[in-house]
Structures are given as C-alpha cells and as structure tokens.
C-alpha cells in the first residue's frame, strides 16, 4: 500500500504552536518569571524586556541564571496584592514611557496568570512581555442539514481591528478576563459578536475541552503558552435563532460553511492562525478527521494538547 501523503493540516497547528517541545529544558535566551516563594516557572520574558522594563524594587534579576524574581510579599501585605501592585507598577511605567510597541501606549483588561498559588493579574496587552500562559474561550456554532451535513457557521473579523483584520475567525471568541470563568468568556462574547443571548447559548452549550499550544511570535520574539477552551453550540432547529453581528463591531459577516470548505479555506491561508486548532480539533470529535482519512492523526492530535513549560493550577 503506498504511502499517504499528508494534508499540510498538522502545519497549520505548528505554524501557531511553533516552539520546540522541550522549551522548559531549552529556552535559552529567555529568562524564567518566578513568583517567589514558589520555585516553578509562570513565564519566559524575553532579553529585550529585561533590558527595556522599568523594573520596580520588588523585583530582582539576575543574569548568571537568567531569571526574573518577584519578591515574596512582605508580612503587612496579601501575596495578591503584592504580586498585583508589583507588575502594575512596571506596566504602568512602561505605557508612561511609550517603551513597547505591543501596549501601544494603552490600558487593557486583565488575564490572570494561571496555577499561580494567589489570584494574580496582568494587563492583556502587557501579557506577552512576560510570557505567561494566556487563557481563551472559543465557541463553534454548527447545524445539521436534514440529510445530515454538517455546516459551521464562520465569522470574518472587522478589517478594522488591530490584529487579523479580515480574516476567518472561530464563531464566537475572546480572551478570558481575569476574574471570569470560561464559560463566562462565551456567554458575554456570543451577545456581543454574535447577538446569540444567554438565553440560547447558556442551555445549549456544550464545553467540548482544551487546546493547549506555544506561540513564539516571529516579529517581535516574545513567547507565551495559550490555553483555549472549547465549546459547541448547535443551531440546528432553532429557526432564526443564529450568528449576527453584534455591538462591539469586532466581526464584519458570519458564514455557514461545509467542513470541507472551512479545511479548503484553512489550507488557503484565511483563517487566524490559532483558530485552526479550532476548527481542526471541532472536525476531529465529529469525526470528519479520522485515521483513515489522515496520515498525521495522531501527530495532530498530540499537538493539540501539547505539554506546556508553565504550571496551569496552584500546587497549595
């Protein structure tokens, strides 16, 4: 039996999750982000950011190990507090400053840093600088034809935004804030992007798992881990009940598209890049990826919950 050829859908999954496996052995040149007390690595901070970063005096760097301490939290102070006021007062000398293009001189919402042993938050924009694990909620909204074909509505992003502007994008997406679950992401977003109500989605949806990947970006260097969890929601029977745009102006068209033509449209390049593990991790449970049909089903699926270098749970 000849060999199969591969379909190029395990390159889309690696040209987003695109840092070596053993990145927590081999990181070099980055250096490690470490909560103390405790020893585990939270984030990989690029040389750039060491020598750039108004550094308060809570934290110590040092360049023989290369590694970026925040002290442990004096007795008069919380370890929230402490570790909140610390990287606030960097982000906010950094955006008073103008130092990093990726703030572009902005406030943003917050994401939590994830396994750390107390609730701790940095600002979105300023996630990336220290290479923390980031947090995402997707949602798939899919109906079933009466002869049974499977169609996944599609949003293209606003040409307007400031990252992938006009490209092919999960149905519903959005990073989730600090102080909110998951599934609190969907339920926000589906209104907003979507005008799917709570009403609908919150009876319907269906938390499916997660994606774990390791995005270094090939412009500026900086590395984070990405935690995307997702969900299903389907349409069908519904009857007007579907994807329109919302309020936030983020999604410029919803699409209803055959699985085949979401993986054409993968493989020509249109969608965002991460959110092909979304879309490929969707036709994998539906079974429209299978070990017959592809040559690197395992390697996919092993990719698509990769390893990741930093911890996703407090270990107290």
Not at 183 to 209: F, K, N, Y
Not at 231 to 236: A, I, N, P, T, V
Not at 260 to 269: D, F, I, P, Q, S
Request: proline content about 7%.
């Amino acid at each position: 039996m000849p060999a199969r050829t591969s379909s190029g859908l395990l390159d889309l999954i690696t040209v987003f999750d695109n840092v070596p496996l053993d990145f927590d052995l081999n990181h070099d040149p980055y250096y490690t982000l470490i909560l103390a007390p405790d020893s585990r690595v939270h984030g990989y901070i690029h040389p750039t950011t060491i020598s750039r970063m108004p550094w308060p005096a809570s934290f110590s760097i040092s360049h023989t190990t290369r590694q970026v301490t925040l002290s442990p939290p004096p007795s008069t102070t919380s370890a929230s507090n402490h570790a909140n006021t610390a990287f606030q007062q960097a982000v906010d000398a950094a955006i008073d400053g103008n130092i990093f293009p990726t703030l572009n001189g902005l406030h943003s919402e917050y994401f939590l840093v994830p396994g750390a042993r107390h609730f701790v938050q940095i600002e979105r924009f300023a996630a990336s600088l220290f290479g923390i694990a980031t947090r995402g909620a997707h949602l798939t909204a899919y109906t079933t034809t009466a002869d049974g074909e499977l169609r996944i509505w599609v949003a293209r992003r606003s040409k307007t935004l400031h990252t992938y502007p006009g490209m092919l994008d999960s149905t519903v997406a959005g990073g989730v804030k600090a102080s909110d679950s998951p599934l609190d992401c969907i339920l926000a977003e589906s209104m907003e992007e979507a005008s799917l109500p709570p009403s609908l989605v919150a009876p319907r949806v269906r938390a499916t798992g997660v994606i774990t990947m390791m995005n270094r970006n090939p412009r500026t260097e900086l590395v984070h881990s990405e935690i995307l969890y997702t969900y299903d929601l389907e349409l069908s029977g519904q009857g007007d009940q579907v994807p329109r745009l919302g309020d936030d102006g983020e999604v410029e068209d919803f699409v209803l598209m055959s699985c085949e033509e979401v993986t054409k449209r993968m493989l020509a390049g249109e969608f965002k890049t991460n959110v092909c593990a979304v879309m490929i991790d969707f036709l994998i449970r539906h079974g429209k990826i299978t070990p017959e049909n592809e040559s690197d089903y395992v390697e996919i699926c092993t990719r698509l919950q990769r390893r990741l270098p930093v911890p996703t749970r407090a270990d107290v």
